[in-house]
């Protein structure tokens, strides 16, 4: 068995080659920047050098795909450096690229990463199945990404209907390995790491915060199951339990200081603009927002249950976050954006263009009953690089 993986360096990606493969398979790693490929666990892999936004990419990829039993596509830029390539391109168009090279290389089964951000916002504490519209947030750059993902998932498996196509929606994907990739996102460089977790510090977070987390492990072994099974359709990943403000200020600091959503969300706003520090407002606003997730089906149909509770999964990413822990790959061990006075640090994730509905028509909901092409199960189809 070929299996080629994109984005095979990022968080899944690297908890993928590290623990969802026991028998051996060929082995495709696609990565913009290659790692280290004697190190584990990319030296398990064949490494192609691709940026798949590239124009030019699609020819590239084909050949990388030519034989393959699946592509894994988790290649996708959540939050990148001002210097980094454009949001889009890496992600609409790479995705586009992708695709097209599954299609001509003859790839008969496809696996994507969406997320638990792609659906439209429900009631609160509303756990969501996989037939939930996947609309997205319109505010959020993120969100609204993989809305537009999800589409061009139902258009290709439309057009395609030999091709199996299966789509994971994990909520949030955390392990000690991504603890300075997400500090790189969520963090300013002048806030020592060595305080989280200690007893005094406040931690600033509002009321009513819900917040879903899963151990890429645990990804990574449904996404191996997919593939073992041929399984086709939407699959949501979460652990239980749901974590609150006060989980979270437990876990990262002393105390929770309770802060209104609009007071944080206009702060983030202005020191994201002065470059103080990196999360951008519309994160914010989808972590108030995203929809929690019933895991449901991919424990009744997969067989999956994850090993690690959030709680486990939460306190892990803490205790790497603080022992100032990177990744064995250039995406899991970021290097300091330069930083200057009054110019962002990250790409803006602001987006106000909203996702198109029919008119006259319900939303677009989260799959069928029937699955991808032809399937039994769903309609077909994170941190990444």
């Known amino acids: 068995m070929k299996i080629v993986v994109t984005g095979a360096s990022g968080n899944v990606g690297t908890a993928l080659l590290r623990s969802a493969f026991p028998d051996g398979p060929e082995l495709v790693g696609v990565a913009r920047r290659r790692p280290p490929h004697e190190r584990e666990p990319y030296d398990r892999a064949r490494w192609v050098a691709c940026d798949i936004g590239e124009p ?59 997320s638990a951000a792609a659906y439209t916002p429900a009631p609160r504490w509303r756990r969501v199945d996989e037939q939930w519209p996947c609309d997205g947030l319109p505010t959020s750059a993120y969100s609204r990404g993989k ?16 091709i ?61 199951s997919i593939i073992e099974q041929g399984a086709g359709g939407a699959f949501n990943l979460a652990a239980d ?82 022992a100032r822990r990177a990744g064995p790959s250039a995406p899991l061990a970021p290097q300091p954006p330069a930083l200057r006075v009054g110019r962002p640090t990250h790409q803006s994730q602001r987006s106000s263009t909203r996702v198109p509905v029919a008119t006259g028509a319900e939303p677009r909901t989260g799959g069928s009953a029937r699955g991808a092409g032809g399937a039994p199960g769903g309609e077909g189809g994170e941190p990444l690089e």
Not at 80 to 88: E, G, I, W, Y
Not at 147 to 162: C, T
Not at 187 to 215: D, E, K
Not at 297 to 307: D, I
């Open 56 to 114: 030019t990419a699609v020819a590239r990829l084909a050949e990388a795909f030519a034989g393959a039993d699946a592509v894994v596509h988790l290649a996708w830029a959540v939050h990148p450096h001002r210097t980094d390539p454009p949001l889009t391109r890496t992600n609409a168009d790479g995705t586009a690229n992708v695709l097209r090279a599954v299609a001509e290389a003859g790839v008969r089964h496809v696996v994507c990463a969406s």
């Open 241 to 322: 339990p749901v974590l609150t403000a006060a989980d979270l200020a437990a876990t990262f600091g002393g105390f929770r200081l309770a802060v209104p959503h609009r007071v944080l969300t206009a702060g983030a706003g202005v020191s994201w603009r002065l470059g103080l520090q990196p999360l951008h407002p519309a994160w914010l606003r989808l972590a108030d927002r995203a929809c929690l997730l019933d895991a449901e089906r991919a424990g009744r149909e997969l067989g999956w249950r994850p090993r690690y509770d959030a709680s486990a999964a939460c306190a892990e990413l803490a205790a790497a976050m603080r």
């Open 147 to 162: 809305a537009q993902l999800e589409a061009q998932l139902d258009e290709f498996a439309q057009r395609h209907p030999v």
């Open 164 to 224: 199996r196509v299966a789509r994971i929606r994990p909520c949030a994907v955390v392990q000690a390995d991504a603890a300075a990739e997400l500090g790189d996102w969520l963090f300013g460089r002048w806030l020592p790491r060595a305080v989280l977790g200690r007893r005094g510090v406040p931690v600033p977070l509002w009321n009513g915060l819900r917040l879903q987390l899963v151990h890429a492990e645990d990804v990574a072994v449904a996404i191996g």
